[in-house]
């Protein structure tokens, strides 16, 4: 049986692991965290103490420590969450220079059971063995890296956006009628009615940018993906832009200027983790590249690939045109019957419209475009893609009271960090995935 908690009482953290350093040498600390290791040498016992910044040393010595502490630190597991006071001690050896002699330790949690793999170990475990416990995963130094990039992927495009005049917006998830055509929906019973979770906020942000003009969500988006792919999840989360008065040329600025400001702070902020990763960032140089449909077809066609035009670029279509674009850019100026009803077919050329896909090489991270601002189009273009126009009457009525020109986007917010962190599956950087297989944790 695992023994009761010692208790918190009045204890409270005074510092972080990597802030004991030989500057508080002889000052008294409090600290929190996980066992990582305990190595016991002679009349010695290293402890390695895990908490949210990093590793702190614990030694605790035989010979002058109190008989209660020691019989604490003879039974202690591996693992176990403890809490430490002490005094610091300047010592070379240890990491960050300095260990903490302590005094009195509290036992908060103990472990049940041995874990079913060992987080800081080397031996590398099978994805679905580490998403079965993500918890205990979270705990490897590459996950808990990933997830702490994310985060701060996620603060500096808050960053990025509110410096821009962008007010975020939270719109339903649960809702009547699909948007993106080509993705499958979940259906489900709400009260007696059906309904769907929401594939985009798409027709929301367009109403809201009527308004506000300058929008964005970061929210889950769900798909009803039929196969599992490293790339696809059935709930993936994504960064919704939409902006008033501008066209798809003008968000594609706004989306590489953000890519930028994204790349430099995670270089600048995740030292530590891009080491663990081994990871090296690549420079973003604007202007990125801006390929049309046509000329992508061109490109193919010289590599001895064929595709008819109005054909979406499959996956494996572009791995062939990747090896020539491996990097950041945009494929612009889509077909119009390819791309969703809501983009703006081109003036001069409506078979073309206002449309973009920001790809690396081959992984499609983000689409976007101009949007239509007229209801007589919007209804024609609902026909032509075969869905009622009744069922959008809630949206097709606001274009009674004036819609602005208006262009946006949606980043793939997983997909972006799988890219950004080098992996190869999009589960590494999603904390609970979900996929066709997969429900829980
Ligand atoms: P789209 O359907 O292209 O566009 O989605 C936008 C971006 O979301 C990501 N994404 C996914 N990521 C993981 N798993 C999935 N199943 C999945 N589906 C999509 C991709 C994709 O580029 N309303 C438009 C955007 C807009 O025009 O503003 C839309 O939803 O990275």
New binding site residues.
């Given amino acids: 049986m695992p023994k009761i908690s010692d208790g918190l009482d009045d204890w409270r953290r005074t510092h972080y692991s990597r802030e004991v350093t030989p500057d508080l040498d002889g000052a008294s600390v409090t600290v929190f965290g996980r066992v990582q290791s305990i190595r016991r040498q002679g009349g010695i016992t290293f402890i390695i103490l895990n908490d949210m910044k990093g590793i702190v040393q614990v030694t605790v010595h035989r010979e002058n420590s109190e008989r209660s502490l020691l019989e604490k630190v003879e039974r202690l597991p591996q693992y176990s969450l403890i809490g430490v006071r002490g005094v610091v001690r300047s010592i070379v050896k240890a990491p960050h220079g300095a260990e903490i002699l302590p005094s009195e330790i509290k036992i908060l949690s103990e472990p049940r059971k041995d874990l079913p793999f060992d987080p800081y170990g080397r031996v590398e475990q099978s994805i679905d063995k580490r998403l079965d416990l993500r918890m205990v995963d979270l705990l490897r130094p590459q996950s808990n890296a990933i997830f702490k990039i994310r985060s701060v992927v996620l603060e500096s495009i808050r960053e990025y956006l509110y410096s821009r005049d962008f007010i975020e917006v939270n719109t339903p998830k649960i809702i009547s009628s699909a ?2 055509g080509g ?1 499958a929906l979940f259906p489900l019973l709400y009260y007696d009615k059906e309904a769907f979770l929401a ?2 906020p ?1 027709l929301y942000k367009e109403q809201l940018a009527a308004v506000f003009e300058k929008v964005f969500e970061i929210g889950p ?1 769900f ?1 009803a ?1 039929q196969f599992r792919t490293l ?4 709930e ?1 989360v ?1 960064v ?1 832009v939409e902006q008033a008065y501008v066209n798809y040329i003008d968000v594609m600025e706004l989306l590489e200027g953000m890519l930028k400001h994204v790349v430099d702070t995670v270089h600048k902020r995740c030292e530590c983790e891009l080491a663990t990763l081994n990871v090296k960032l690549e420079p973003v140089k604007l202007p990125l590249k801006r390929v049309t449909y046509d000329e992508v077809l061109h490109i193919l066609e010289g590599g001895g690939v064929k595709v008819e035009w109005g054909e979406d670029l499959s996956t494996p279509i572009l791995k062939t045109y990747s090896k020539i674009f491996p990097s950041y850019h945009f494929i612009i100026d889509w077909p119009t019957k390819s791309k ?1 009803f809501y983009i703006k077919p081109k003036r001069d050329r409506p078979e073309v419209c206002e449309s973009f ?1 920001f790809m690396y090489g081959s992984v ?6 101009s949007r239509i601002d007229d209801r007589k189009e919007l209804t024609e273009r609902l026909k032509e893609k075969g869905l009622n126009p009744k069922n959008f009457e809630y949206h097709l009525k606001t274009f009674n009271y004036g819609i602005p020109p208006h262009a ?5 917010l ?2 972006f960090i799988m890219v950004l962190v080098g992996v190869e599956n ?1 589960r590494e950087v999603v904390l609970y995935p979900r996929d066709p297989q997969r429900l829980t944790p």
Avoid at 231 to 234: D, G, Q, V
Avoid at 408 to 412: E, I, K, P, V
């Fill in positions: 948007t993106e993705a594939q985009s798409q988006i798909r993906e790339k696809h999840l059935s993936a994504s919704d969703a896909d499609e991270l983000a689409s976007g475009g946006g986007f949606g980043l793939g997983d997909r999009i």
